[in-house]
């Protein structure tokens, strides 16, 4: 358990509207994720970050920016949301590059109408 | 590119049945092979991992057996309780360049029945 909280953990918002999700952590992980859930694709990478200020694309980047000032926080923002971006919303962290396993948050659902 | 395929869902069990969830892969090199269980309204949670071919990964009663031949990582369970009812993911990840990013299947949802 890396103490991972993530906050809301749910969220309904209009199209068009800023969000954004924070990812915290009490471990001192270096690497932290951001994931997306949705029925039939499993956990998609949105984007994730190797340290401080260090922060590269996943797979579903577009629509999506991310944010790390502090190694304990992540954040995400949809910087205008659209109803495509509804879905379950995990962080993951993971302490070092050799460490391997990675430990999840409880997830942020969110609902774009 | 990586991939992971796992047999597709829902899998319906009655308690103390065999479990076996289909996991195959696509990747270069040698990647490390991971199963992450999510229980109703949960994160995911590591439930067992190998590193290397032949390796066995183990626990609650899971087994999973790294197969580099068949590029498999199946896992199983001899005798499945209501309590393991969740949805099971499979994953791959390859520890080339820099950074570790993990590749997920689709997830397979299992019920267990009383």
């Not at chain 1, 690497?31 to 039939?40: A, N």
């Not at chain 2, 590591?46 to 390796?55: G, I, V």
């Amino acid at each position: 358990d890396a103490g991972i909280t993530q906050s809301p953990r749910h969220k309904v918002t209009e199209t068009g509207t800023p969000v954004t999700l924070r990812c915290h952590q009490t471990e001192n992980h270096r690497y932290m994720y951001w994931y997306r859930q949705d029925p039939g694709h499993g956990l998609r990478l949105i984007h994730y970050s190797y340290g401080v200020k260090d922060t590269d694309k996943g797979e579903v980047s577009d629509g999506y920016s991310v944010s790390r000032s502090k190694t304990e926080d992540f954040l995400l923002t949809l910087e205008s949301a659209t109803s495509s971006q509804t879905s379950v919303y995990f962080c993951a962290t993971q302490l070092f590059k050799d460490a391997d396993t990675q430990y999840f948050g409880p997830g942020t659902r969110l609902t774009v109408l | 590119g990586n991939s992971v395929t796992q047999m597709e869902g829902p899998v319906t069990l009655s308690e103390e049945a065999f479990l076996t969830i289909n996991c195959t892969y696509t990747a270069t090199g040698y990647p490390s092979l991971f199963w992450y269980v999510q229980y109703p309204g949960e994160g995911l949670q590591l439930l067992l991992k190998a590193t290397k071919a032949d390796d066995k990964g183990s626990n609650k009663g899971f087994e999973a057996t790294y197969r580099k031949e068949t590029t498999s990582f199946h896992l199983e369970k001899g005798s499945v309780q209501v309590s393991d009812s969740a949805v099971y993911f499979c994953a791959l990840l390859n520890s080339g360049g820099s950074n570790y990013k993990l590749t997920f299947g689709k997830g397979t949802l299992l019920t267990v029945n009383p």
